[in-house]
């Protein structure tokens, strides 16, 4: 067994168990791995709504690929579990998946099993060459598990699973995936219980499906009751070519560097903080040379930013492999001035991430002029995003 701690609080005796694994020792500073750390205010950011059908998961995040899978959705909101550890009590009771051919492949869970999750995630954890899904599903009686789902001609197929965790209402959040031991194959890592034990748990792939690699006790990557599931980052911070793992640590007061070696996790470096982690981790290249840093916010509004000396060329990180959906719902841009009032820039600023740019009403005799790099367009007719690649612009019967 083991072994526990205990605490007495007046006559009340609470016996909490302290689950100690293999691979912990205290580590150096960040500084001493040639990571620069720097803070500042967060910085603002603007979220444009995602477009969901009517049958998908109210604020879910679909995701898109380019290998085997296109998009991945999960669909069919269900209040039959009633966890609520994301927030509220409504999950996800299917998934949609849209193929590189077009086809629309879809699955239903059980009454007693809903997909507990925000975003399904893309990963060729199999090593073929085509993405699978990876989503956490909960069951009624035994909890969360990871399940791993491939596409057919006949529809999805559940390649393997985890273990469940063995009681209801324990839930588990993935923290990425890549090659932490070199050996040039994908791994998985996740946190499970992240609210209560907070242990990191490795998997691999081999015959027979999931195999369970090193755990490490005391980390978290989710505030109880957030839609914010991304606390952690992916990416080779020495620049010795295999993966290390940013991963908050439980309570979310400090940040740990993971590495992986001889089978176990060691702890690199730990940053304290003042205020919890709160938010998403970005990855990108905030400073400028071309290498991926990490970027998170603090519960008391400050931006923290780790950017290593080495490591890989932005962005680098493997967090979720795949790209979370984007595209904006349908916006309208209406003029209320005779002219001279930005409706063109605003109109390009917003088809960065628009797919059609229609001009729906308007003559000849009023132009938009954009400024793109060194280039002056003046247009009359057209759409002012006709000027970005990849859109299709449209003249509507009201011009």
């Excluded at 299917?94 to 239903?108: A, C, K, P, Q």
């Excluded at 031991?181 to 994908?186: E, N, S, W």
């Amino acid at each position: 067994d083991p072994p526990v701690m205990f605490r007495r609080f007046g006559r009340l005796l609470v016996v909490l168990p302290f689950l100690v694994l293999p691979g912990q020792t205290w580590a150096d500073s960040f500084a001493d791995l040639g990571i620069r750390v720097t803070t500042g205010r967060a910085p603002l950011t603007v979220d444009s709504p995602v477009a969901l059908p009517p049958e998908a998961l109210p604020d879910s995040r679909p995701t898109i690929g380019d290998a085997g899978i296109v998009k991945a959705l999960l669909i069919a909101p269900t209040d039959r579990y009633g966890h609520g550890v994301l927030g509220d009590a409504v999950e996800a009771g299917g998934l949609r998946v849209i193929t590189d051919g077009s086809l629309v492949l879809e699955i239903r869970l059980p009454q007693e099993a809903v997909f507990e999750d925000l975003v399904p995630r893309l990963l060729d954890l199999t090593g073929d060459g085509r993405d699978e899904v990876l989503v956490v599903k909960a069951y009624r009686d035994r909890g969360a598990a990871l399940s791993l789902y491939g596409t057919t001609e006949e529809g999805l197929r559940l390649l393997g699973e985890t273990p469940a965790i063995g009681r209801s209402n324990r839930w588990r959040n993935p923290a990425g995936a890549g090659d932490f031991d070199g050996d040039g194959r994908l791994d998985l890592v996740e946190v499970q219980t992240p609210h209560l034990g907070g242990v990191l748990q490795l998997w691999g792939w081999g015959e027979g499906g999931f195999q369970p690699g090193a755990r490490f006790a005391g980390v978290s990557n989710h505030a109880i009751g957030s839609r914010s599931l991304d606390l952690s980052a992916v990416l080779d911070l020495d620049g010795d070519g295999d993966d290390e793992l940013l991963l908050p640590e439980m309570g979310l007061r400090g940040l740990l560097a993971l590495d992986l070696r001889d089978g176990a996790w060691v702890r690199r470096a730990r940053l304290e903080h003042a205020a919890p982690i709160a938010g998403d981790f970005v990855v990108e290249d905030f400073d400028g040379n071309g290498r991926a840093d990490v970027g998170y916010p603090l519960a008391d509004g400050t931006f923290v930013r780790t950017s290593p000396a080495a490591g890989p060329e932005a962005p680098g990180s493997r967090r979720i492999v795949g790209k979370e959906d984007s595209s904006m719902g349908n916006v309208v841009v209406v003029g209320s001035q005779w002219g001279d009032e930005g409706k063109g820039k605003i109109v390009d600023w917003l088809s960065e991430r628009a797919d059609v740019v229609v001009r729906f009403q308007g003559g000849h005799n009023a132009g938009h002029t954009l400024v793109v790099g060194n280039e002056t367009y003046k247009l009359s007719l057209l759409p002012s995003g006709v000027v970005r690649p990849g859109k299709l612009s449209i003249i509507g019967n009201g011009v």
